[in-house]
């Protein structure tokens, strides 16, 4: 005898969320049905459905379409597919597994909504289709803001940058009824973040914010003060980080990593020790531009306490960045062996800009004993093509301890395999 009860579906709903698998919430979701046999009007399956779907999309790692195809055929039967907002979650599903029948399911589906065109418009954004995306947002008989940052962002993901800028004009000069919010700045900050030239550009966004009276939140703060720091403005990024009503890690990590790309060690290390007297939780990229603001100081205590800390207080693995970082503020204090017995215990194989920056040390400090260690390791990852530059490091090496059949040697070897000079390049 079937349940009438609606406890079972509330029930479902949690079980579900917390599945461990597809084929667990799936389970859930056919007991739910065989208990209570539910209706396609019942106002909670539509929720029981939507919520399976989500859970099947984040809980699997590669995305199977076939799955998702058989439980497509279920809905079919019992007539829930026609629901817009389990239509939906359904087309979310195909465009992150299949992207033809995520084509063939919009084309079919009955009745849509603004949600429903704007996954569509990421799906084609993701196969790489801007105009079939430009033609439905144009076509959509009512857009929102996610609309307007699903198709900027299907640009900028693209790499049209100009197209994706003059829609964002369009859209704070035409649709007086929408206003771009932070998910939409975000990736336009973070374009402008990435090329120093875009820098006026946003600049001009980050104006915009203001004039809006939009909310710093932790997302647009730390781009901004990404943008800033990378372009050299840190009295700007300093006002943002100073003015964000809310900081997190990302957000104190990227003030760190700017101070210590512009050579301000010691205020990059005084602002380390405030996050965590805060209580804030530094991870892998906080302690990146920490060890870099060390190396560019030449803090070498500080740079060595701040590696056992990472390693020993919060337990994480030293990354080929951490250790390059390490090796280089060793080498260029002097501390060459310290350098050389890090490089060796590094868990990884070291890569070719780690044991260049040793090899560079052992010529400041004429350390030849440690360099013919690693000449024949360097030499056998150079790619001649780009490295001509190593080639030159070893010659002079060998120069500089009076081994000129060596430097013969080398100078032979770059002949043979045809190292090319790196050409001079100017921004200007």
Same mark, same amino acid.
């Given at each position: ?72 055929? &279920? ?46 418009i990421s799906g084609y954004a993701r ?47 035409? /649709? ?29 966004? &980050? ?10 939140n932790v997302q647009l703060g730390t781009?901004?003060? /990404? ?36 050579g301000h060690g010691h205020a990059a ?126 010659? /002079? ?8 059949? /060596? ?22």
């Amino acid at each position: 005898m079937a349940c009438s009860s609606p406890f079972p579906l509330l029930r479902s709903l949690s079980a579900i969320k917390i599945a461990s698998s597809p084929q667990e919430a799936m389970w859930v979701f056919k007991t739910t049905i065989a208990c209570s046999s539910p209706t396609r009007h019942d106002p909670l399956i539509s929720h029981v459905v939507v919520s399976l779907l989500k859970a099947c999309s984040r809980l699997m790692g590669l995305p199977c379409p076939s799955f998702f195809r058989h439980l497509h055929a &279920h809905l079919l039967k019992t007539a829930l597919h026609a629901h817009v907002y389990v239509g939906t979650a359904l087309l979310h599903a195909y465009v992150l597994s299949s992207f033809s029948d995520a084509r063939r399911l919009f084309d079919e589906m009955p009745v849509r909504n603004t949600v429903t065109c704007n996954t569509m418009i990421s799906g084609y954004a993701r196969q790489g289709h801007l105009q079939l995306a430009r033609c439905l947002f144009e076509r959509m008989p009512q857009r929102d803001v996610a609309s307007w940052s699903a198709m900027i962002g299907a640009y900028l993901d693209m790499g049209v940058f100009v197209e994706a800028f003059q829609l964002f004009r369009t859209m704070i000069l035409t /649709d007086e009824m929408i206003k771009p919010d932070q998910q939409t700045l975000v990736p336009l900050l973070s374009c402008c973040a990435s090329r120093a030239s875009y820098i006026l550009l946003g600049k001009s966004i &980050h104006a915009y914010s203001l004039k809006s009276s939009m909310e710093i939140n932790v997302q647009l703060g730390t781009v901004l003060i /990404d943008m800033y720091a990378k372009s050299g403005c840190l009295r700007n990024a300093y006002t943002v980080f100073d003015e964000m009503p809310e900081k997190k890690v990302m957000t104190w990590s990227a003030m760190i990593c700017g101070l210590a790309m512009h050579g301000h060690g010691h205020a990059a290390m005084d602002l380390f020790k405030e996050m965590k007297e805060k209580k804030v939780r530094p991870n892998e990229i906080t302690f990146t531009g920490v060890l870099n603001a060390c190396c560019h100081a030449g803090l070498v205590e500080e740079g060595k306490k701040s590696f056992n800390v990472m390693v020993e207080e919060f337990a994480l693995s030293p990354s080929v960045h951490h250790s390059g970082c390490m090796v280089e503020l060793l080498g260029k204090a002097g501390l060459v062996d310290e350098a050389f017995d890090l490089v060796e215990k590094m868990k990884g194989e070291p890569n070719i800009v780690i044991l260049t920056s040793l090899l560079a040390s052992c010529k400041m400090h004429r350390r030849l004993d440690v360099a013919e260690m690693l000449i024949g390791r360097v030499l056998g990852m150079a790619d001649p093509e780009v490295d001509g530059g190593i080639y030159t490091l070893v010659s /002079d090496l060998y120069a500089m301890a009076g081994k000129w059949a /060596d430097v013969e040697s080398v100078r032979v070897l770059m002949d043979r395999v045809r190292v090319k000079k790196k050409r001079g390049l100017s921004l200007i």
